[in-house]
């Protein structure tokens, strides 16, 4: 009993530990929408969730939009190791940048979009605790993503 009691409180610990969060991958897809309509689409879906949008290429059909939201405001868009009820969560503003990049093509335009998300910890600013921008404590969960390809179907 005695040799097997480490063994078992090493498997429940190792059980409790948060594992890392996996952003999804880019989507890529065809659409029958020219790209100038599907950009405006992909416009219009983000603008509706409380991104704000800028251009990111000279002709408009790239797009780049930004959602930042303290405690957990984008918990519906992000995925964070962190516990929602743990003081770094309550600490803590995700940036969720979602990058959209429509391309025409013969018979509509190819699509691109993903995201990424920085978490930052403001409330730990100027206390032993501070500690510097994390691309990994969330990652995007790909709900937007999702959303946008299912307005252009």
């Keep these: 009993m005695y040799r097997t009691l480490p063994l078992a409180i090493a498997a429940l610990s190792l059980g409790c530990l948060a594992r890392p969060a996996t952003a999804p991958t880019p989507l890529s897809f065809h659409v029958m929408h020219s790209a100038r309509e599907a950009t405006q689409t992909a416009v219009l879906a983000l603008v509706n969730d409380g991104f704000r949008v800028t251009q990111t290429d000279s002709v408009g059909m790239a797009v780049d939009a930004t959602r930042t939201a303290t405690y957990n405001g984008n918990q519906d868009f992000v995925i964070c ?18 990058s959209f990049r429509a391309t025409p093509a013969a018979t509509g335009s ?21 500690t510097g921008p994390s691309e990994t404590d969330c990652v995007s969960s790909g709900t937007m993503e999702r959303r946008i390809r299912a307005a252009l179907r």
């Design 110 to 130: 190819d699509v691109t979009v993903s995201g990424k998300v920085t978490t930052t910890y403001p409330g730990y600013a100027n206390t032993s605790m501070e």
């Design 81 to 98: 190791q962190l516990p929602k009820q743990s003081a770094a969560a309550a600490n803590r503003e995700t940036a969720l940048l979602i």
